[in-house]
């Protein structure tokens, strides 16, 4: 046996002439495919191809798994698309030695196989993945770029073209099983067989097996253009070319090159290094390293919380207690009516059903979720989560009865949509446990938690609500305690400046269409309608004492008529078995050319505003508030990154010319004047 060491990489060679290549990047819990990685592992390829061993196997020394990809932070430093050319076609040559190695190759994966990782798996001739832990998959699309190292060629020869496509177009992950049956992996091995699977697979290498020819068929010339078509109308409807061009390349290197494998890869490499340094690309791994930005926010390490009780089973806390349930905390949950609990558990086991299918692990998720009408469980409680009316003196009333209950160090969490803290903390003898934890709804979608700190609210219970936050798999956005925090605070000028478009005549359509076209993932008004025409407009109303926004009479009579949106059938839409009717659009109707900018803007300018009083400590942490919070268009990464790329000067002139035409309510926020956004 002989070892070499490298700084990330230990080549062993076994008594078989087996070379174990195994990567251990110094420092570090995960492994990444970063430049001084591919420059160590093409010395190590081009030595193993002057001196062939019987065989070559690609494992990780990372408890975490195989490897995570490539090396994010590498992606924002190239200059030009020709420097990130270059350093894309050293790895394609690295990888074609890999696949040219006169000796059979194999990737032994655990844990996480991605992106990068994946396609240096797929350069090889076998995969071996350990069949509990491993997740497989090329989701690049989500950074706003395709494969590119040469992943597009090689995952379509090893699945075929409509289960590659799709695993690319969608970037989902797979697990061992699902990755064997798609053809994937060659093996899924539980985990003491992997080396003996990888050692055996090189003594014995199995045939390996084309795709069967009636998969084929979608590759011919002529039928290509037709599954493409296909494919485009698909994609189109979640993402348009002009915001998210990374989808259509890749359908577009499949239809054009699939015929010449040399050519394909080449014009992979084109492709990616073209759209790496495009602004959708850039935007997109911007909001990437924001998500890392948020869940690094839970830093205390000293925070442990094994029981929550959740107080009000409505809409809200309902979800909340189902959701941390299902991350694997032990619930209490406390309603003043058995009816609602009842209701809690059907809704829980509607989603535990959706989501974890195995009857074994439902079964544990319910048992963790426990009705208690008494509160009992307040004793025991770590945090309690309070969602009942959004009424003040109702809240306080019953933190006065809780509080004598609960364990010294257990923090209140109240999911008020509106009302500041320090309306709240008077009725507690310990005021600093109290601390905001607004969720969104619905809660098991959206991924935003804002973490309200009042001026009482301790580091601790800060610190609490955030690591929670991130332990049930969301990301915590501190915001202080003023009307509206910072979610509904920028939303709603957008919501009400829609209605008031509505009230001028602009047909709810129109509206909706300009904000999708925008790259909103929804129009305000189907918005509106989604959230509750009577939760806007309690919001509205909350929000109008200290913001110019103004209440619309319309809207006052829909929440009286019981009009409420979706969860009655009608709103501004008609929506029928919970799916929206669009109304026939008028034929020749031709909309304000500023209904856009009326729109944005608006919302734009609050941001402005929130960023000037420091609603959250950064302009990253409010852009990011926000676009997990409301959906805004990811690609333009945030409202504020927005006004950057856009000229700051060329915005504000924007939102003047619509305060001339439209009145005060556009009046540029003072920081326009004493900010500048970088
Ligand atoms: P809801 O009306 O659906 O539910 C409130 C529940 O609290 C009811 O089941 C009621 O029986 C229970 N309750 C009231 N007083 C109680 C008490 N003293 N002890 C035990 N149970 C009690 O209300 P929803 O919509 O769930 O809202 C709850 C809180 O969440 C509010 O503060 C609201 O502002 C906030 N919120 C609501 C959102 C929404 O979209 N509905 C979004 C974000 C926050």
């Known amino acids: 046996m002989t070892k070499k060491k490298y700084k990330n990489w230990n080549v062993v060679n076994d008594d078989n002439n087996i070379s174990w290549l ?36 690609i494992l990780s020394d990372k408890a975490s798994g195989f490897i995570a990809g490539a090396d994010i932070n590498e992606f924002t ?55 509990d832990s491993s997740s497989l998959g090329l989701p690049e699309i989500k950074l706003g770029i395709h494969p590119g190292f040469g992943g597009t060629v090689r995952s379509i020869e090893r699945m075929g073209s409509f289960a590659a496509l799709d695993f690319m177009l969608t970037g989902r992950n797979l697990k061992a099983h699902q990755a064997k049956k798609s053809g994937l992996i060659t093996y899924a091995v539980p985990k003491r067989h992997l080396l003996t699977a990888a050692t055996q697979t090189i003594l014995n290498p199995p045939r390996i097996k084309s795709r069967p020819w009636w998969e084929k068929i979608i590759n011919f010339r002529f039928v290509r253009p037709l599954v493409a078509k296909m494919l485009i109308k698909k ?25 010449n494998r040399k050519i394909m890869l080449q014009e992979e490499a084109k492709s990616i290094a073209h759209l790496l340094v495009g602004k959708t690309a850039q935007n997109l791994i911007r909001v990437f390293k924001l998500t890392e930005q948020l869940k690094g926010l839970a830093k205390d390490k000293s925070v442990s919380i094994e029981h929550i009780h959740v107080i009000g089973g409505g809409v809200m806390g309902g979800d909340i207690a189902i959701w941390c349930a299902l991350q694997g905390f032990n619930v209490t949950m406390q309603d003043q009516r058995h009816e609602t609990l009842a209701g809690v558990i059907k809704r829980a086991v509607k ?46 009333n019953l933190y006065k009865e809780i509080e004598p209950k609960l364990k010294r160090t257990a923090i209140i969490a109240t999911n008020t949509s509106s009302i500041p803290l320090e309306k709240l903390t008077g009725s507690l003898k310990k005021a600093d446990r109290l601390v905001g934890l607004h969720f969104f709804n619905p809660v098991s979608r ?42 509904n605070r920028i939303l709603m000028p957008y919501l009400t400046e829609a209605v008031t478009l509505f009230e001028e005549g602009v047909p709810i359509t129109v509206i909706d269409k300009v904000a999708v076209n925008f790259g909103m993932p929804m129009g305000p008004i189907e918005l509106a309608d989604t959230v509750g025409l009577d939760i806007c407009l309690h919001v509205a109303e909350n929000l109008a004492e200290s913001m110019p926004i103004t209440v619309s009479e319309h809207l006052k009579q829909l929440v009286s008529r019981k009009v409420l949106g979706k969860k009655t059938g009608q709103g501004f839409y008609e929506f029928k078995k919970g799916k929206l009717v669009k109304p026939k659009e008028k034929n020749n109707y031709i909309a304000p050319a500023d209904v856009e900018d009326r729109l944005i803007l608006r919302l734009i300018n609050e941001t402005m505003a ?69």
Request: some cysteine; proline content about 5%; aromatic content about 6%.
């Open 446 to 487: 959206m991924p935003l938690v804002e973490i309200v700190v009042g001026e009482k609210t301790s580091n601790k219970a800060q610190q609490v609500a955030t690591t929670l936050t991130k332990k049930i798999k969301k990301l915590p956005l501190p915001v202080t305690s003023t009307p509206g925090f910072l979610v």
């Open 351 to 396: 989603l535990y059903k959706r989501i974890l299918k195995q009857k074994r692990l439902i079964n544990a998720a319910l048992d963790r979720l426990i009705p208690d009408i008494n509160g009992n469980g307040l004793a025991k409680a770590d945090v309690v989560i309070e969602a009942i009316f959004e009424d003040a003196e109702v809240k306080c």
């Open 77 to 131: 430093t190239f200059e030009s698309e020709d420097a990130a050319l270059v350093n894309i076609q050293r790895a394609h040559a690295i990888f074609n030695n890999i696949e040219n190695l006169n000796c059979p190759t194999v990737a032994v994966i655990h844990g996480f196989c991605l992106g990068g990782g994946m396609e240096l798996a797929l350069a090889c001739d076998y995969r071996i993945a350990e069949e």
């Open 22 to 57: 195994h990567l251990d990047i110094p420092k570090s819990s995960t492994n990444v495919l970063n430049e001084q990685v591919i420059i160590e592992l093409d010395t190590i390829v081009n030595e193993l191809s002057d001196n062939v061993p019987a065989g070559v196997v």
């Open 610 to 678: 929130c960023l000037r009083e420091q609603v959250a400590e950064s302009k990253d942490l409010i852009d990011a508030g926000i676009i997990f919070g409301t959906g805004f268009a990811p690609f333009y990464g945030g409202p504020l990154q927005y006004v950057k790329e856009c000229g700051q000067e060329q915005v504000l002139m924007r939102l003047e010319n619509l305060e001339k035409a439209h009145g005060s309510r556009f009046k540029p926020d003072d920081g326009w004047k004493t900010i500048i956004v970088e």
């Open 235 to 259: 994609v189109t409807i979640k993402a348009k070319r002009a915001h998210y061009p990374a989808p259509y390349a890749i359908i577009d290197l499949w239809l054009k090159h699939l015929d």
